[in-house]
Nanobody, 120 residues
């Protein structure tokens, strides 16, 4: 059973930085994509950043401030968040996708989320 666990959230002042980490356990395969999503109260989750073999993509709202990275050897993903704003306050979720070459099925996994709060 694959499990994703996030860490690194917390309270930070506007303009500050945080680094979120996501560690995957229970699988021996390399994920085809690892992403970070966030969810504001009462809203649906939105995609923040994705890392694949083709590179990284970002939501417009975080471009130039956030950086996603991966350590495939450790099955980990990170989200470096700089110049944080109060509107970045949300629960941040790690997401991983693996496509089976044998069955063609896509498997998607989620972490439990970590709260990021940016004070003004």
């Amino acid at each position: 059973q694959v499990r994703l666990v996030e860490s690194g959230g917390g309270l930070v002042q506007s303009g500050g930085s945080l680094r979120l980490s996501c560690v995957a356990s229970g699988g021996t395969f390399r994920f085809d994509a690892m992403s970070w999503y966030r969810q504001f109260p009462g809203k649906q989750r939105e995609l923040v950043a994705t890392s694949t073999s083709d590179g990284a993509t970002y939501a417009d709202s975080v471009k130039g401030r956030f950086t996603i990275s991966r350590d495939n050897a450790k099955n980990m993903a990170y989200l470096q968040m700089n110049s944080l704003k109060p509107e970045d306050t949300a629960v941040y979720y790690c997401n991983a996708i693996w496509n089976s070459e044998v069955t063609g099925a896509e498997y998607e996994y989620w972490g439990q989320g970590t709260q990021v709060t940016v004070s003004s």
